[in-house]
């Protein structure tokens, strides 16, 4: 089937004429079209950095030097993309964080109270949020509870029977399973959507954490390839740069001229760019890969240190990503929720050590996730779950 993006966005959107910023029309000269204040900003300290990044100016809304940056890097991840398919500017819109770009789909792609969308369950909170805020249903199709990989045949299923699904989102590696998605599972998903006359679309692949994965999982230089994938990615994981929110959208142009004309026009501030440009330079990304390979190494010793203990079961999410999914054990050696969370709310409250429970997540009973911190951090984590685990079980 030819891909159609008539078939895909909402009627609305299709038909948008977007914002056009004073900046689209005249660049240079007196600036006096934006009712911006050209005295400049008054705030204390402001360094000379600071003065260089014009923050009395709106943001350039187009983000070229960046996304160019980003396609570079990304395009080199890969040898098996033909020079076409290549990621161009054109394939990318830029938000604030990912969880920007999760939201900016629904609107565009989800008619409210109408169309609907699957999640595949355990998977990241923000998506059933979003839904809930655009009034938007959830198909659930779960993934496979031994394996955390994605089913493909029950997603085609569920898209078969209801055209009215309109997004599938897939987080790899997964939250909270930090497993990577098998990518023949994935194609085997695009094939079908592709192949299947009635089924309108797009698969939403949310690589968060996949820098954490063997350089190369990436599959954001496929979206050429298979127009109905979308992949968001984010500088807060890998990148260590959560505070300055900034997420990466990568999809066919067609989808991307929707999702441009519909952000936020200045939703990329001129702070956080000029941190995102510097970040993805190629001095910074070799500095990046050395201490995502730190984390890597940490990841080992903390799970080996942990899988020791009496009353810790087994690892069980995939090795994928900057933290583990480990399950907690009774008395009886059975994974626990009580206990789980009795061993969470002591570390937090007794020890300052803060994980996240998730023993409520599908296939997750007694599970916590703990996220892979520095080597002093991790060495303070496993001595105090030592403590705190035989403490909390011996007494139950
Ligand atoms: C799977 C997944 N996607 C997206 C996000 C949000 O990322 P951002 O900080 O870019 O909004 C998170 C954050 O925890 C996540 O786990």
Not at 237 to 260: C, D, H, M, Q, W
Request: hydrophobic residues 40%; glycine residues 6%.
């Amino acid at each position: 089937m030819t891909f159609d993006i008539t078939k895909l966005a909402r009627p609305q959107i299709l038909t948008l004429e977007p914002y056009r910023c004073a900046r689209d029309d005249f660049k240079e000269g007196i600036l006096l079209d934006a009712n911006e204040n050209t005295h400049g900003p008054s705030f204390i300290e402001m360094t000379e950095a600071e003065k260089d990044l014009d923050l009395n100016r709106y943001p350039d809304p187009h983000q070229q030097e960046l996304k160019s940056q980003i396609i570079n890097f990304r395009n080199k991840e890969r040898t098996d993309i033909s020079e076409t398919e290549k990621l161009k500017i054109a394939n990318l819109c830029l938000g604030v964080g990912s969880d920007e770009s999760i939201d900016a789909l629904m609107r565009d792609f989800i008619v409210p109270s109408k169309e609907k969308m699957i999640i595949c369950p355990p998977t990241y909170g923000m998506y059933s949020i979003c839904a809930v805020v655009n009034d938007v249903e959830i198909v659930k199709v779960p993934l496979d509870l031994e394996t955390f990989d994605i089913i493909p045949k029950d997603i085609l299923a569920a898209l078969k029977k209801d055209p009215l699904i309109k997004l599938v989102y897939i987080t790899s590696p997964g939250n909270p399973t930090g497993k990577k998605i098998d990518e023949g599972l994935l194609l085997e998903l695009l094939k079908g959507i592709e192949e299947n006359d009635s089924i309108n679309a797009l698969v939403v692949l949310d690589e968060a954490y996949i820098d954490f994965a063997p350089t190369g999982s990436s599959l954001c230089t496929y979206v050429n390839k298979h127009p109905n994938l979308v992949v968001l990615q984010t500088l807060s994981k890998a990148f260590a740069l959560a505070g300055i929110r900034l997420g990466i959208t990568y999809a066919t142009p067609e989808v991307s001229i929707l999702l441009n004309s519909t952000k936020y026009p200045y939703n990329i501030s001129n702070l956080t760019s000029d941190v995102a440009i510097r970040a993805t330079k190629e001095a910074s990304l070799i500095e990046t890969k050395n201490k995502i390979n730190k984390i890597i190494e940490q990841r080992g010793i903390v799970l080996e240190k942990l899988l020791k203990l009496k009353y810790i079961g087994k690892n069980r999410g995939g090795l994928d990503s900057n933290f583990i999914l480990i399950e907690i054990l009774n008395k009886d050696l059975k994974p626990d929720n009580e206990i789980a969370n009795k061993v969470y709310l002591t570390l937090a409250n007794e020890k300052k050590i803060i994980v996240r429970f998730r023993g409520k997540e599908l296939g997750c009973t007694g599970c916590l996730r703990v996220s892979i911190g520095t080597a002093e951090e991790n060495a303070v984590l496993v001595e105090q779950f030592d403590n705190v685990l035989n403490k909390i079980v011996e007494a139950n």
